[in-house]
């Protein structure tokens, strides 16, 4: 039987460790012959990334023993940092970035990764294995250069160690991506993209023939270019050369025909790839980390495919034979990595009210097979709230989209009369999107009696290129404004209590909330900044090659546009900011170093304004220890209770807050 209480107090079994324990990720399955592989991140470890094969029968083993890591820097964000081939993993381990070789071991024998590449300041990731010739095909980021921006190439990498460093294949670009050999060896594909454009800004395909001597010859360049983002190249089993494309404003496959021709690039060789996904639906994703895949063939005549719409994603098969798309496990999301399995597909997915788990799907039954679901505590759907899809008007007469989440739990029910305190989330990227999928970091506040606001503003991926496009030039605008639409429709449905109205934010999504509470000082009562950008001049100056000229599109060119970063940024008008902030940093952060939170910090201490600020020693950019993502969200939890006036039903060791 439910009980009357006050929203934020409701008691909850999704406490902190258990949203914590929910933190180990899934990702990146390969197949190799009937051994499948996949990689866990675990907070309980430190955030360490491990790679796990599932035997034919089964049988689960870890091919990355306890000293190693396995991830790497290129980018910053990484992703793409290991492959398999005849039970042999390379991978990329974190602490030196060298790449490493461990083979299967005999039963009862001892895992024993071997070096590859020297010691010394290199990254790689997003390898191809080209068996024939007994190297991978990567992209390196050399940093040897002391003072120098890292050089970005494609690179060959002898798997018994003889060459180095990598004998370099492609140069001259600021960004590679994705190489991939067709399945005779005889020709390569790739990506590579020049500042400022991130790959969803524009990015080409090139292609070459692969020398017997495995040099590269005849390089032209296929698709794309300045204003055309191409995703994902990768062959057919017959040799035909596919894409992702968003020429067409939605992201969606294209095959090329005659890929093999030394003709310079001419669009009419490209046609879409047919059956396909419904019209409104896009096939693609940020490139925010390597080696992700939305497509993959399963048979010569059976290509699956995950494709988003109205923000939640799909899988579906295509019958190149018969013409026909159908979707595929109805109920379940999929990740962003797809690995053919013979008749299977594995992916990595989630549902509103379920985990993500390895799955491996039977194309021709629909039969599922789980390998590995994400281990914590399950609890009763009661306590679960499920995501509406929202769309909400908003500035120049457009439409922008969101999750609500009504708060949900089936113990308490709510005083009578009371509206409940709305958390209004901007996710991070800016080029990126909210999840539907079950997650405990949200349905801690829903458990608690908050409604939740996923705000996709103008700029989120999943709509198409025109709607990510509404960013450009207009970072800290759009986004804002979308988040305060949002808020303001949500209070006029009687969705919301307008008294208790928080905004939180990480990474980019942090820069959102600070500039919504410097820019609208009137809407938001709390907010919540973890790892957020305030001054977007100091982000120009520190931060990484990857997004070291980013803002130049988001925002405009700097120097030149010196004084709009001056506006835009958050630092210089503390003045205006009027309700308690939380402040959430890690030490070891290269993205958004911490001197981005401290000057806040500083900023509202001096000016009277209350103000608590945690820092996480050893965190890098986003958290990945549990106790540290337990300390965070309890935290930020007594923090609202201290500004709203409400005791949580947690115990919660206090926060230090200034000037409240």
Not at 68 to 75: A, D, G, L, Q
Not at 225 to 233: A, L
Not at 465 to 493: K, S
Not at 629 to 640: G, H, K
């Amino acid at each position: 039987m439910s009980e009357p209480r006050p929203y934020g107090t409701w008691p909850s079994p999704i406490t902190a460790p258990v949203a914590a324990s929910q933190g180990l990720r899934l990702a990146a399955p390969f197949v190799d012959g009937d051994d499948i592989y996949w990689l866990e991140a675990r907070p309980a470890e430190g955030g360490r990334n491990v790679v796990v094969r599932s035997a034919a029968d089964g049988v689960l083993q870890e091919m990355t023993p306890a000293a190693f890591n396995v991830r790497t820097r290129v980018h910053e964000y990484g992703g793409g940092s290991y492959v398999v081939h005849r039970g042999s993993v390379f991978f990329s381990n974190f602490a030196d970035q060298r790449l490493y070789r461990v083979d299967r071991p005999v039963p009862g024998g001892a895992l024993t990764p071997v070096p590859i590449t020297p010691e010394g300041r290199w990254h790689f990731a997003d390898a191809a294995v080209d068996a024939a010739r007994g190297r991978l095909i990567c992209v390196r980021e050399d940093h040897t250069v002391e003072g120098r921006e890292c050089v970005n190439t494609l690179v060959a990498v002898a798997i018994d160690g003889s060459s180095g460093a990598g004998r370099v294949l492609a140069e001259g670009y600021d960004f590679y991506s994705t190489p991939r050999l067709s399945p005779d060896g005889a020709q390569l594909a790739w990506i590579c993209w020049r500042h400022p454009n991130m790959p969803w800004d524009g990015t080409e395909l090139w292609l070459a023939d692969v020398t017997a001597d495995g040099a590269l010859a005849n390089p032209r360049h296929v698709a794309g270019g300045d204003s055309e983002s191409i995703y994902q190249p990768g062959w057919s089993p017959g040799g035909e050369l596919l894409y992702v494309s968003d020429r067409a404003d939605r992201w969606r496959l294209y095959k090329i025909r005659r890929a093999g021709s030394l003709e310079p690039a001419d669009q009419r060789k490209s046609v879409p790839v047919y059956p396909a996904p419904p019209e409104d639906a896009e096939v693609g994703r940020p490139q925010w980390i390597l080696g992700t895949a939305t497509w993959a063939f399963a048979s010569p005549t059976r290509l699956v495919v995950s494709y988003t719409r109205e923000g939640r994603w799909f899988l579906g098969c295509a019958d190149l034979d018969s013409g026909v798309f159908r979707e595929l496990a109805p109920g379940v999301e999929p990740g962003p990595y797809l690995a053919p399995a013979g008749n299977e597909i594995v992916f990595v997915a989630g549902s509103a009210t379920a985990f993500d788990a390895v799955i491996a799907l039977d194309l021709t039954s629909g039969a599922v097979r789980t390998l590995r679901t994400v281990p914590g505590t399950v609890v009763d759907e009661g306590f679960l709230s499920v995501p509406e899809p929202v769309w909400f008007p908003t500035a120049n007469s457009q439409r922008a989209h969101l999750f609500y989440y009504p708060p949900r739990n089936r113990s308490c029910t709510p005083t009578p009369g009371e509206r409940p305190p709305l958390v209004v989330i901007s996710h991070g990227g800016p080029i990126a999107a909210a999840d539907s999928t079950l997650d405990y970091g949200v349905q801690f506040w829903t458990s608690r009696g908050f409604a939740v606001a996923d705000v996709n503003y103008g700029g989120s991926t999943g709509f198409g290129r025109d709607y990510r496009r509404r960013l450009n030039g207009q970072w800290g605008i759009v986004d804002v404004v979308d988040c305060i639409r949002a808020t303001e429709f949500l209070v006029a449905e009687g969705k919301a209590d307008p008294a208790r109205l928080i905004i939180r934010g990480g990474s980019a999504g942090g820069f959102t909330t600070l500039a919504a509470l410097t820019g609208y000082p009137d809407v938001f009562k709390a907010g919540a900044s973890y790892f957020g950008v305030s001054d977007l001049e100091a982000l120009a100056h520190d931060s990484h090659k990857f997004e070291a000229r980013c803002l130049d599109i988001l925002v405009g060119p700097y120097p030149a546009q010196k004084a709009l970063y001056e506006e835009r940024s958050p630092i210089h008008h503390v003045d205006r900011l009027q309700c308690p902030l939380i402040l959430l940093q890690g030490l070891e952060d290269k993205v958004v170093p911490p001197n981005q939170s401290e000057m806040m910090a500083d900023a509202l201490r001096r000016n009277g304004r209350p103000v608590a600020y945690i820092t996480f020693a050893g965190e890098q950019h986003g958290f990945r220890k549990a106790e540290n993502i337990i300390r965070s969200l309890e935290a930020e939890l007594y923090f609202y209770g201290a500004v709203f006036g409400f005791t949580p039903a947690d115990r919660i060791e206090p926060v230090l807050i200034d000037n409240l």
